[in-house]
């Protein structure tokens, strides 16, 4: 289950971005972008989040999950078009030269923490 190591990760970033002056530091919601070619389930982040999040400032905050779209930009034409199935290749030129813009990210993009 590769969630396990991302919910680590996204633990640890988190944990690290609640300011240092805050005493007995709360979060209520975590804020995160993902890609829909990153893979990730979210039942089971949310599963390993909990199990990680114990008796921290994270326990009991909520994921709150933005789906990212998957965006490809073609080289040769200068289109940007959201990729909804597995075939990389331009529709407007038929070109193959494509890179994608987004769609693998996983980021925390806010914490909510309570007053
Ligand atoms: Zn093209």
Do not use: Y
């Amino acid at each position: 289950m590769h969630e396990m190591g991302i919910a680590q990760e996204l633990v640890q970033i988190a944990l690290d971005s609640i300011p240092g002056e805050i005493e007995n530091p709360k979060v209520i919601t975590v804020n995160l972008k993902i890609g829909k070619l990153a893979s990730v389930v979210e039942h089971s982040l949310t599963f390993c989040f909990e199990i990680i999040t114990k008796d921290t400032p994270l326990e009991g905050a909520r994921l709150n999950i933005d789906f990212v779209p998957v965006m490809v930009h073609c080289k040769f034409c200068d289109n940007n078009w959201e990729v909804t199935g597995p075939v990389f290749k331009c529709p407007f030129c038929e070109d193959g030269d494509v890179e994608m813009i987004t769609g693998r990210e996983i980021e925390i993009t806010s914490l909510e923490l309570t007053e």
